[in-house]
């Protein structure tokens, strides 16, 4: 990630799946995924943005309540 910037240099070219993680990152969300969420992100690879998908996670984390960052764990 760049230090000023904060944009990741070819991410356009990444897996669909990195480029997820990369703007749930950026969200604030913790990367680790649930396997409904790992099923998302297949399903939806063909017809929806990675950061539209990663907003999609962040929303339904937050529905259920879920702490959406490591700093709430320690």
Known sequence: MGL???????????????????????????????AD????ITRVARFLPAHQCAQEISATRASRGKP??????N
């Open 37 to 40: 969420e790992e099923q998302k």
């Open 68 to 73: 959406n960052d490591l700093r709430q764990e």
């Open 4 to 34: 000023y910037t904060d944009t990741v240099k070819g991410l356009h070219r990444a897996p669909y799946r990195d480029q997820v993680l990369v703007h749930l990152i950026r969200c604030g969300e913790d990367n680790r995924l649930s």
